[in-house]
């Protein structure tokens, strides 16, 4: 087989015949030019392109080519798959505009294997600067690069560690933050299991500039395979005399350990994971002074994420310059993004800075995975907002979506459709803020519980129109005396919700009526008599035995034992069931 | 071992940069591994074994990121497009081995990406 052709229909799910006539029209003219022993035709599952018909990708000239139609075979036969030309007309330009430098070898190397990290340049930015770069070499090119941490603040790195660096001291630290705790992110978990080396060298770097020697990793216990390949990978480079004393044969010396977290959300924040590594109780505490003047044992100290330090040992190879070549503005580089939620494409995605929202759930994740239209996407977790779907054309950037009341964070992405509610969204983030405040401070722990009665009064058909002036007016407190990040963000969810649908908020308190369906209290399902056909199989899929009847007699639906889970709406094809 | 220096650093980089060859890699992170990957991986490794394939490598690796098509089977033969199976369970690894590591075809309907291989 010399060429191969990738074929997707990627306008329609399900639809085989279509792709089975193009398959097959496909083949018979391949045939007619007795070519089917020299090029084989494939049917693909997924091409990296969505809605634009079908899609050709021809090898290994690597023509990517969409919309094509039945009469477009003939010419690319004989023009591409004999001739080897591009044919212009045809070429695709809406193709995901990946690009990885976190992620570049997550899924690539062993992560077991220190050799495999090696081969694919491991090790090599700190043997350039243990072979000559002072430590200002190092800050200057961190900050031509322009990189800003990926913990969500987006802190400039150079600048933290210059801090750090300036502090006089006898011993100072390097954490490895990968306290990852948003709801439906997992970038971190993804880069520690799958390329944990990459985050060792980081952490070297950031040791060999600041004047650190020792370097802890705080990972969350719920992560069991990820501590397991960390460790691993220190071990390993123990061996390797990558870390200890005399590194490469240089006087730099550097200890790595690994401390679990027990998986409380504060944790994440700075101060309280020092607190959890010294061993007490994970508490926040007033911040200045800053952990890298007083942090670790009260030694300035460089908290980092997982993933900006992922970044570092590129950064150090490529050149500061080349690196913020990539993004915009005052966002360089890139970020990676969970996508998950009612997208078609659930995964990990990296993309520039700069690259809009639209791109990343229609070109990457391939658009919603129901036939609801995507009504908004949330992003950075519990501290973050709601992004409505006017706004998606938004290049993605910390200053972006800070404006649009939501923020960068972490990077998980949570795309919804018409069918999620938004006051039950808010009650969601709400409630994972209220059981993860740790209660030392007071505008979080009543102020958080206050408005999560407010939310839970609406949803339940029983709330007030002054209600949205009181969640307004708290979140405004919480916002401005919560001891840290937690208490200060957690109002974030409800007011971008109450900023882009306020009408959902009235809805449910005026008309007591919940729009998406979701809030229990506010609709209702029932038969409609004239459309059933007395099939049974609402009554069968229903759990909690709520449909009435048999066969013969029909069926109803009992009101007091329905727990509103929509099952019987789902699965009646007879659109028998009604909703609201 | 020894404790390396800058020179044996970038030596064995060289030396390792060598290894070329055909491989097999299955993503064994956490989402990997909860849709079936060690499944797939212990049935890939028994069959390369059984037809005695010893110049074909199965390798273990990271996340790649198309979680919603885990388990991902990245097949890189000599001479043939690079391309990542996915939701592979053990008849479509052993198709895999059969059809496309032994009969050079490419398997329909499993494909959810390629790249052209070196």
């Known amino acids: 087989m010399e060429k191969r052709v990738f074929i997707k229909d990627t306008n329609h799910v399900g639809k085989k015949e279509r792709t089975r006539d193009f398959y097959t029209a496909f083949l018979a003219q391949l045939r007619e030019r007795k070519l089917e022993n020299d090029v084989q035709l494939i049917r693909v599952a997924d091409i990296g392109a969505y809605n634009q018909g079908f899609v050709v990708h021809i090898y290994p000239d690597d023509f990517l080519y969409s919309n094509v139609e039945m009469q477009d075979i003939p010419r690319m036969i004989e023009e591409s798959i004999l001739g080897g030309k591009k044919i212009d007309d045809l070429v695709c330009h809406h193709i995901s505009k990946q690009f990885r430098i976190v992620l570049r070898n997550c899924g690539v190397i062993d992560p077991r294997n220190i050799d495999e990290y090696i081969v694919h340049d491991g090790y090599q930015a700190i043997e350039k600067i243990l072979s000559g770069y002072t430590p200002e070499k190092v800050l200057e090119e961190l900050k031509t690069s322009g990189l800003r941490g990926r913990g969500g603040a987006g802190y400039p790195t150079w600048l933290k560690w210059q801090f750090t660096r300036n502090v006089p001291s006898d011993q100072k630290y390097v954490i490895c933050n990968g306290d990852e705790g948003d709801p439906g992110a997992y970038m971190d978990r993804s880069v520690l299991e799958g390329d944990p080396h990459s985050v060792i060298e980081g952490m070297m770097i950031a040791g060999y500039v600041i004047g650190a020697t020792k370097g802890y990793f705080y990972i969350r216990a719920e992560y069991p395979l990820a501590i397991e390949r960390v460790k691993n990978a220190i071990s390993q480079a123990y061996q390797y005399g990558l870390l200890g004393e005399n590194i490469l044969g240089t006087d730099f010396r550097f200890d790595l350990e690994i401390r679990l977290g027990a998986g409380a959300f504060v944790c994440g924040e700075e101060t309280a994971l020092i607190a959890s590594i010294e061993g007490k109780r994970g508490y926040p505490r007033p911040r200045p002074p800053y952990p890298s003047v007083k942090g670790l044992w009260d030694k300035p100290t460089v908290i980092n994420n997982v993933e900006t330090l992922a970044n570092i040992p590129v950064v150090i190879l490529q050149g500061g310059a080349w690196f913020s070549n990539i993004g915009t503005g005052a966002s360089k580089g890139t970020k990676v993004f969970a996508l998950t939620g009612k997208v078609k494409n659930s995964g990990l995605v990296e993309v520039p800075m700069g690259t809009t929202l639209r791109e990343i759930v229609y070109d990457i994740g391939g658009g919603s995975a129901s036939q609801a239209k995507v009504k908004a996407i949330q992003t950075g977790g519990p501290s973050g907002g709601v992004i409505p779907e006017d706004f998606l054309d938004t290049p993605v950037s910390y200053e972006s979506l800070q404006k649009l009341g939501s923020i960068m964070g972490s990077g998980g992405m949570i795309v919804m459709d018409a069918n999620d509610c938004m006051v039950d969204i808010a009650k969601f983030y709400l409630r994972f803020c209220v059981d993860e405040s740790c209660g030392k401070c007071t505008p979080c722990r009543v102020g958080g519980t206050q408005m999560l009665n407010l939310l839970e009064r609406a949803s339940e058909g029983t709330g007030k129109r002054e209600d949205i002036e009181k969640l307004k007016k708290i979140s405004l407190a919480m916002q401005r005396a919560s001891l840290c990040g937690l208490g200060q963000t957690a109002p974030n969810p409800v007011l971008s919700t109450l900023r882009y649908f306020e009408d959902e908020y009235l809805a449910h308190i005026e008309e007591k009526k919940c729009p998406a369906c979701r809030c229990g209290a506010l609709f209702r399902y029932s038969i409609i008599q004239e459309k059933c056909k007395n099939c049974g199989l609402c009554a069968k899929n229903c759990p909690a035995g709520a449909i009435l009847g048999d066969r013969e007699s029909g069926y109803t639906l009992d009101q007091e034992k329905c727990t509103r889970c929509g099952r019987c709406f789902e699965v009646c094809r007879l659109g028998a069931i009604f909703r609201g | ?118």
């Not at chain 2, 909860?34 to 010893?54: C, H, N, P, S, Y």
């Not at chain 2, 690796?61 to 001479?79: D, F, Q």
Request: aromatic share 6%; charged share 35%; net charge positive.
């Open chain 2, 1 to 118: 071992m020894k404790k390396l220096s800058v020179d044996d650093l970038s030596a064995m980089r060289k030396e390792l940069k060598k290894k070329k060859g055909s491989w097999i890699r299955v993503g064994c992170s956490t989402c990997g591994i909860a849709a079936g990957a060690k499944e797939v991986f212990d049935t890939l490794k028994e069959e390369i074994q059984k037809r005695d394939l010893k110049s074909l490598e199965v390798k273990q690796c990271g996340c790649i990121g198309m979680c919603y098509a885990e388990p991902l089977v990245e097949v890189m033969i000599e001479g043939m497009p690079k391309v990542f199976y996915g939701k592979v369970d053990k008849d479509v690894a052993l198709k895999i081995v059969e059809k496309h590591v032994c009969g050079k075809m490419l398997l329909n309907d499993r494909i959810y990406d390629a790249k052209r291989s070196r």
